[in-house]
């Protein structure tokens, strides 16, 4: 089982921390609102990252491909959901004032995961690499998989978020606050697009 997952994690090194839209996504939070802001968010987004990979793995998938039309709803679920998320920050007026201007929460991040149809699709590629369901007793090789892929992506989004933080560590005033909104919000669009396009 060892194997399994130090094979796992060199597979998922460039998918996990290469920039996608949850580490885009994060990233922005951190560098909006500073890294222990985002601790709620990242929470959500990986608590349903386990459960969801818990449930493909032990069979979830084949809902998918029996009703391919939910996978094209939750993409553009998932795309709009972002959009919104980039025009709240375009919105909000400062980094640190605007009492409109609040990080994401448990549940932007749970949202963020559950509408993200990309995450199912490596998850059950990752399934289909690392478990072999010709075998008996897999349950255990499942919650080591889903464990893995979860504390390996926490480590991804942990480490894009602190980048985002140390980036606009300088640009915390007043002054600078709505133009860095303006371009980590134009990011999440684009983001948004990205997960629509792809």
Do not use: C
């Not at 796992?8 to 290469?18: I, Q």
């Not at 995450?119 to 499942?142: C, E």
């Amino acid at each position: 089982m060892l194997e399994t997952a130090i094979a796992l994690v060199v597979f998922l090194f460039p998918l996990a921390y290469s920039p996608g839209p949850g580490n885009l996504f994060f990233a922005a939070n951190g560098a909006r609102f500073g890294f222990r802001a985002t601790v709620p968010a990242n929470l959500g987004y990986h608590i349903s990252t386990w459960i969801v990979t818990l449930a493909i793995g032990l069979g979830f998938i084949a809902l998918l491909n029996k009703f391919p039309q939910l996978f094209v709803i939750l993409k553009v679920a998932g795309s709009l959901y972002v959009l919104w998320l980039a025009w709240k920050m375009i919105r909000s007026s400062t980094l640190q004032g605007s009492h409109n201007a609040k990080p994401a929460n448990f549940v932007d991040g749970a949202l963020l995961l559950l509408l993200n149809p990309k995450a199912y699709v490596i998850m059950a590629l990752m399934f289909t690499q690392f478990l072999d369901q010709s075998q008996p007793g897999q349950f255990f090789t499942v919650v080591m998989i889903s464990t893995v892929f979860t504390v390996n992506n926490m480590l991804a989004f942990s480490l894009w978020t602190l980048m985002g933080d140390a980036l606009a560590s300088g640009f915390r005033s007043e002054d600078s606050a709505q133009k860095l909104n303006a371009v980590f919000g134009i990011i999440l669009a684009a983001v948004a697009v990205w997960m629509l396009l792809s």
